[in-house]
């Protein structure tokens, strides 16, 4: 036990900067078939309805391994869990440049959402246990970067490769090159995490079983919660190199820049308030109050905005789009953050597998009803509006659902 104790007090953020480079390497390769789908698409006579069951496809597996995921890295060494999903991963990404059929394809992006489902159980079993709860903002913020980062290069990076070298190049070096991550990963991750209560004393070995989990309103609040944000989010990842494109004209190497943009203005915001709701809370504020007053308010400041991407002007539609992702991020920064001090460490990878299994069911949702909104109208007004209205109804699910003060105090304490 000593052992995990010297990993936890020497090394955590050493623990937090690779969890950050996994997540930018995890959202880069979810993202890039959005980004290539400009080019692929025509290129292999894929109409917007089989495109978005391909955008989809991800999620289903993705989705379903969740609540599987969240069990393994709650019962079963963590570094070997995040290493096994990291490498299968990568090969399917790394496979992709080497298919031409939907049929191909479609595998691949299943077997992509097997490999990527460890991520989130994984590293929030780890901060629970290494980061105490005045500090958690900021390191699942900076997870949460990683999430923006990905998108960002992926966009950025992703979007002028296609444009020069073709889409099959982009899928060969993204799966390859990301191999390196695992060297540190096995050389600095914990055998065995150690787990701090909620009130940094005793550890506790015992935790809340599913039975426990599944009573608690609460966790129902966040998996509501989450998949009215997801619905968004999955909107902005899988489809916004096309609206671009196709709707507002740019060309790809308009979109390696416009395209990155959003994702960057969430990752300032998602930074700032992860270290604003640190500073509340050690000043005495409620954990829970505080963090979940962050996801309502930023959920519905996305919902206002969103409409402002339907603007005839151009300049003003993508102003409004990157002032909806600045909301965004301000819900983004403490969402994990929450799930932990609820779960507290024991439960930590459960209740976020569980949420992010029902969270992700709009990932499935989002990209094929935005696919058909598409076909059905040619153009994305209406799918905007449904992004918007999902993020209300996310809002109102943190905020009923979620209590305050005496369950996260049960929730920490294992019971």
């Known amino acids: 036990m000593e052992a995990s104790i010297r990993v936890r007090e020497r090394h955590p953020w050493r623990l937090v900067l690779l969890l950050v480079a996994a997540m930018i390497v995890s959202f880069f390769d979810r993202g890039n078939l959005a980004v290539a789908a400009p080019v692929l698409a025509p290129q292999l006579g894929l109409p917007p309805w089989d495109l978005g069951l391909l955008l989809s496809a991800f999620f289903w597996t993705y989705a379903v391994s969740q609540i599987a995921a969240g069990w393994l890295v709650d019962r079963v060494e963590v570094r070997w869990v995040y290493a096994g999903g990291f490498l299968l991963w990568s090969l399917a990404t790394l496979s992709t440049a080497a298919v031409g059929t939907f049929a191909g394809l479609l595998s691949m992006r299943l077997l992509l959402g097997l490999g990527e489902s460890v991520t989130y159980p994984a590293s929030s079993r780890i901060l629970a246990a290494v980061i105490p709860e005045e500090r958690r903002g900021l390191a699942n913020s900076l997870v949460d970067l990683g999430a923006r980062l990905g998108p960002a290069l992926g966009t950025m990076c992703g979007a002028l490769l296609v444009a020069r070298f073709g889409w099959r190049t982009l899928f060969a070096i993204t799966g390859g090159v990301a191999l390196v991550w695992l060297i540190p990963w ?43 944000a997801n619905y968004a989010w999955y909107f902005l990842l899988s489809w916004l190199p096309s609206y671009l494109v196709r709707e507002r004209h740019f060309t790809l190497n308009s979109v390696a820049l416009w395209g990155a943009m959003p994702y960057l203005f969430m990752a300032v915001s998602s930074i700032s308030c992860g270290i604003l709701a640190d500073r509340w809370i050690s000043r005495g504020a409620s954990a829970v109050r505080v963090r979940r007053g962050f996801l309502v308010t930023g959920l519905i400041m996305t919902a206002v905005l969103l409409p402002s991407t339907l603007l005839p002007r151009i300049e003003y539609a993508v102003a409004g789009l990157f002032m909806a992702c600045l909301a965004f991020g301000v819900y983004a920064s403490n969402l994990f953050s929450l799930t932990q001090t609820l779960a507290g460490p024991e439960a930590a990878g459960r209740w976020t597998g569980l949420q992010n299994a029902c969270g992700n069911l709009a990932g499935i949702v989002s990209p094929v009803v935005t696919g058909w909104i598409v076909t059905r109208t040619g153009q994305f007004q209406f799918a905007f509006v449904a992004a918007g209205i999902a993020c209300l109804l996310g809002a109102a699910s943190f905020g009923f659902l979620i209590r305050v003060p005496h369950e996260s105090r049960r929730s920490a304490a294992g019971g």
Do not use: Y
């Open 186 to 228: 096995l050389a600095w991750a914990p055998r065995k995490l150690s787990a701090r209560s909620a009130e940094g004393g005793a550890q506790s070995p015992v935790g809340p079983n599913w039975s426990q989990l599944l009573r608690r309103r609460s966790v129902w609040g966040s998996c509501g919660g989450l998949c009215g």
